[in-house]
Structure formats: C-alpha cells, structure tokens
C-alpha cells in the first residue's frame, strides 16, 4: 500500500507547456473582457459508434507508439474533462490514452434509451475497439469505476488492467443508502432551476478557497458542468442505487490498483478497500474528500500516476512472463504486431471505417 500527500516529491511538468498550476492563455470576449482561462486538454473528437451513436472523447497519443493505452472513465454528473483535466498533462507524460464522456453528460452521447451502466460499458468497448487501441488499462473515477468494472466483466480481451478511485462494490447493502437514493429525483429541478448556474460558480469557489491553483478555471467549470442532460443525471443516479457486483468482481483477473480517498464522505474508504480487496488491487491511499481531484489536485495526480505505474508494471510483468489468468488469458498490452499498428494514429484509422467530426471547442472557447 502507498500513501501519497503534500510531503511528496512533485510529478515532472507535463508535455505541453509545464505544469497545470500555470493558467493557459486567457481567453477574451467580443467586448474584450476576460471571459475564463482553460487548462490544457487532448485533442478532442466526436466519433460516431455504428448502431449506437456519438461519443464524445479526448484522445492523446503519446509519442512513443509502444506507450500502453488507457481508458478513462468519469463519475456521476462529471465529464471526461472535470474528472482528469487535473491529471491529464501528467498522464500524457507517460502514456496514451482516450477519455470519453459518458451517456448524457459532458458531451456524452443523447439517447432516450434509460441510463444503465451496462449500456455505457459496451460504448466504452465498443469505442477501444473502433480506435485499435486495446488492450487497455481501464482507469474509472467513482461511477467510473462500475463501468469499468464492467467493461472488464462483459469484454474481458478489451481490458488488460484495472485501476478504481474512490469507487466501491455496491451502494445498497444498507437500509440508509437505499433510502438515501429515493432523493436522486430532487437533482432534477434543482439543475433546472435559474438560479443553479450562479449557485454552482459560487459553491466551486467557495469549495477551492481563495488563492487555490484552480480558482482561475472556476467559470470554465461551472459552465463545463452544465454541460450534463439532467435526466441522464437522475437516470444515471437510479442505476447506480441497483448497482452491485459483490458476485461477481472477485473474478475479474486482471493486475489491479486502487486508489482510496480516505476522508471521503460519498464513498466511504470502507467500502472502497472492500472493492480493493476484491480486486486483489494494489492500495494507493490519498487523503482527501471525493472531490479531491479540484480540492487536492497534486495529491490526485501523484495517487493516480503512481497507482496506474503499479498496475502497467504488473501488466507488462504478467505478459513478459507469459503467465494465465484464472480466465486463461495471458496478460500483456500488446504483441509485435499490435505495436507496429499502433503507430498509426487512431483517429486516422478510425475514420476509415465510420465518421469522425473534430471537436470545435478547445483552446480557444470563451465561456461567458
């Protein structure tokens, strides 16, 4: 187990300008007022899944084609964006990876199908198959975690390790937390509400504090989170209040890390190292609430770099050595020929068999 906190030798600056505690240029209005600045994010693309729809992804390459892939998965009410933006520049340092907007939130795909977490799975694999980038290291933040989890149990080849963060096992196991889902419904007027846009930008600064590294993109996060179609909030609440894989977990085979917030008051670190005990995941601890990747950003990135280096290791250990899972499959991120095909890039690969529309909104958007 490894604990991460302050005392902790910082992570080398990112590949694209430095560190995130430095804001990017400022984006400027049509009256020429400072609108917000934004934190560096991948390359961004809009990519059209045949029989299912439009996922939304960031997409970075790394510039070493035998880098391994990761698969990034976001909690509830979160994006791509709000979840890792944070970790992204530290992440790209040493891996690929795609980052994708869940059904009904951030950019996510609009459906009238209901929320279920399965569904959301299969886009996800379906979305790592398309590009040719898997196996992949499945990395799920809360919610993210369920779905990744699934990700590995109903496509097994598509994944070959799983980090979790601040996720668990189930929500339901007592009276009070299946009580405490009936309220789900009250997300829904009061994201609809007027006066939620305002309530939003003040309760995020009043969260960070004055003088912390992310106040300067507290306008562009309160306007990323309106982002989320409120019924797929309310839907995606309900699924994860039916949510239980105490059955089933424990035969998901693959090297496995945890990363535990231990003050979190959502998530509580019981539960989460119930799930890690499943896993037979290695323990990243990080002290912090669930929402520690704003509140504590180094402590997130440190715990997130040095859980998904365990689990690359014992990947990459598990393939070297040739040895089977308890399911048969040899572990590994790749063989020869995976990596010749992954120099090319995905994206361009993807376009040859369904559209790919480029993202409009990046450096450059003013968020008013």
């Given at each position: 187990m490894t604990t991460t906190d302050d005392t902790s030798d910082e992570i080398r600056p990112g590949p694209h300008g430095g560190a995130l505690r430095t804001p990017d240029e400022v984006a400027v209005g049509d009256a020429g007022?400072?609108?917000?600045r934004l934190p560096w994010l991948p390359e961004g693309r809009t990519v059209v899944l045949p029989g299912r729809g439009e996922v939304f992804a960031r997409v970075h390459?790394?510039?070493?084609?035998?880098a391994p892939w990761l698969l990034l998965l976001h909690g509830w009410t979160a994006s791509a964006d709000l979840q890792f933006f944070t970790v992204y520049e530290q992440l790209a340092e040493h891996w690929s990876f795609v980052a994708v907007d869940h059904r009904g939130h951030g950019r996510g795909m609009r459906t009238s199908r209901r929320f279920e977490l399965e569904d959301v799975a299969d886009d996800a694999a379906a979305l790592v198959h398309l590009l040719g980038v898997g196996p992949v290291v499945v990395v799920g933040y809360s919610m993210g975690g369920p779905i990744g989890l699934h990700v590995a149990h109903r496509h097994p080849h598509t994944v070959a390790g799983v980090v979790v963060q601040a996720t668990a096992l189930e929500w339901r196991a007592t009276r009070g937390e299946?009580?405490?889902w009936k309220t789900v419904r009250l997300l829904g007027p009061m994201m609809r509400s007027w006066a939620y846009p305002r309530w939003l930008r003040y309760g995020i600064s009043k969260m960070l504090g004055e003088g912390h590294e992310l106040q300067p993109y507290v306008p562009w996060l309160e306007a990323e989170s309106r982002r989320t179609d409120t019924l797929a909030v309310v839907q995606a609440g309900r699924a994860l209040s039916r949510y239980d894989s105490r059955v089933w977990a424990a035969t998901i085979d693959v090297p496995a890390g945890s990363l535990v917030t231990t003050r979190d008051r959502l998530v509580k670190p019981r539960k989460q190292r119930q799930l890690a005990e499943a896993l037979r995941a290695h323990v990243v601890e990080v002290d912090g609430d669930h929402l520690v990747p704003w509140e504590h950003p180094d402590r997130f990135r440190r715990g997130t770099v040095e859980v998904v280096r365990r689990v690359v290791a014992e990947v990459e250990r598990r393939g070297a050595a040739g040895s089977p899972g308890a399911d048969g499959r040899?572990?590994?991120?790749?063989?020869?020929?995976d990596l010749v095909e992954a120099a090319a890039d995905?994206?361009?690969?993807?376009g040859q068999a369904f559209e790919v529309v480029p993202d409009v909104a990046r450096r450059g958007d003013v968020v008013e």
């Open positions: 007022s400072v609108a917000a390459r790394h510039r070493d084609p035998t299946r009580l405490r040899v572990g590994g991120l790749g063989s020869e020929l995905p994206l361009e690969r993807a």
